[in-house]
């Protein structure tokens, strides 16, 4: 369990024998002067998000930062949503707020298992009706070592992997100062690494065919899934970015994550 996602009984022992010593009762700490608290609804985020998982607080990418994303799964005529296999070094929680034709209520809060699969639950992909509104948090891990994922694309008939993308979270420092002295963001890993392992899949059909049992898989469905609309946007924020003068964002290098 990562510091700050206390089980309930931990949290309120530790809130009742602390209750008079802030620090104590908050180890989090008081926020960086550089980055305020935020707040934001997340209905109101989920109109303009621009992928099926879209972080809440862009810029709030760092380590030990709280990255809540909002999702929303709804039926459409034609929509398909492979299942793929998400694998986290840190906990994921899911709080619902809106659904229907699944089976979790508003409300539902959920902690699945690092190593997971991501299978949409809606009775029915086509029915517009059928939908699922979410917010998944995650706390980015304080550990000196890069934080790491692994995204696997399956095959549909048996669930074998057909690709797998294990990656690091957290650009290099050297990077990383490239990317700040731009005024540049970091992206948010998980949708630029899963449009990495769904390109390298679909640009391959030799790939899609499981070697496991033979079963000839459909490209996945990107476009359903919208990691590749926040992938682009990503990028093109970078170039736009690198194209201001030095005052604007002092330039040391134009490095950027490939997307
Ligand atoms: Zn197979």
Redesign the pocket.
Known sequence: MQPGINRENDTMTQTSSAANDPEEAYPLGAPDDDRPPMKANAFECMRTANSKLTPMFGKYLHKGAMVPAVSCITGASGRSFQMFKHENCVDEIATVFGAQGVPMGPGAVKIGAKDHFVNIPLKDNQDPSNYVLIVVTQRQWDAPEPQWEKVSLL?E??Q?PLIENKYTCDPAEEQLRSIHSRNDFVPFATLVEGVRAAKMLNDDPERLV?K??S?SNKPFPLDDWGWNNYAENAATVSLALSQYPASAAPASGQQKREV
């Open positions: 095959c008939q048996c074998e499981c496991e049992c079963f």
